[in-house]
T-cell receptor, first 114, second 112 residues
């Protein structure tokens, strides 16, 4: 699936580092999402952006800071993370954040916090 | 609260049918989905069903919904080794802003 790309694919960082995850969609969509996928746990929705406006923050700690400069790009800025933040971070997009709009997922960034 | 549950593992022989089950608790769920995740890849939408439907068939895939029991199943006919993946059940509701609640996923292993 090349419609939604994520970089980097793998990231190892220390607890004092600052890093950013990038997501780009080439589908002409207007809604973008960040999900966290931890081992043996359901995918957790973190943030939703619809037409560049944040419409959902699912009680995510402030050490995760999203940014959506335009409808095609979504970032997740990371700082002072904890080891329990290690997970696969998935980005998705849909036409809009409407009820039946299919979400297309990127391949994810595998994050390890040491 | 919302909860979606799936068994963790399923192993079948190539050529057999696979049935992956899912239960959900939110009676106001309107849309139910099945996603597939292959190793190192993101989630791929396989199919979805509206809550006013009992069954949906798409080639080798059959989705059955028992709304009374809040039970959803995905049947894969003639299972192939390429079907080996993790299958996620998810639900959303009208007016929910396209927020999906996922199950933990079922790892399907297809043996020769």
């Amino acid at each position: 699936e090349t419609g939604v790309t994520q970089t980097p694919r793998h990231l190892v960082m220390g607890m004092t580092n600052k890093k950013s995850l990038k997501c780009e969609q080439h589908l002409g969509h207007n809604a973008m999402y960040w999900y966290k996928q931890s081992a043996k746990k359901p995918l957790e929705l973190m943030f939703v952006y619809n037409f560049k406006e944040q419409t959902e923050n699912n009680s995510v700690p402030s050490r995760f800071s999203p940014e959506c400069p335009n409808s095609s790009h979504l970032f997740l800025h990371l700082h002072t993370l904890q080891p329990e933040d290690s997970a696969l971070y998935l980005c998705a997009s849909s036409l809009i954040a409407g009820d039946t709009d299919t979400q297309y997922f990127g391949p994810g960034t595998r994050l390890t916090v040491l | 609260g919302e909860d979606v549950e799936q068994s963790l593992f399923l192993s079948v022989r190539e050529g057999d049918s696979s049935v992956i089950n899912c239960t959900y608790t939110d009676s106001s769920s309107t849309y139910l989905y099945w996603y597939k995740q292959e190793p190192g890849a993101g989630l791929q939408l396989l199919t979805y069903i509206f809550s006013n439907m009992d069954m949906k068939q798409d080639q080798r895939l059959t989705v059955l919904l028992n709304k009374k029991d809040k039970h959803l199943s995905l049947r894969i006919a003639d299972t192939q080794t390429g079907d080996s993946a993790i299958y996620f059940c998810a639900e959303s509701k009208t007016g929910g802003g396209n927020k999906l609640t996922f199950g933990t996923g079922t790892q399907l292993k297809v043996e020769l």
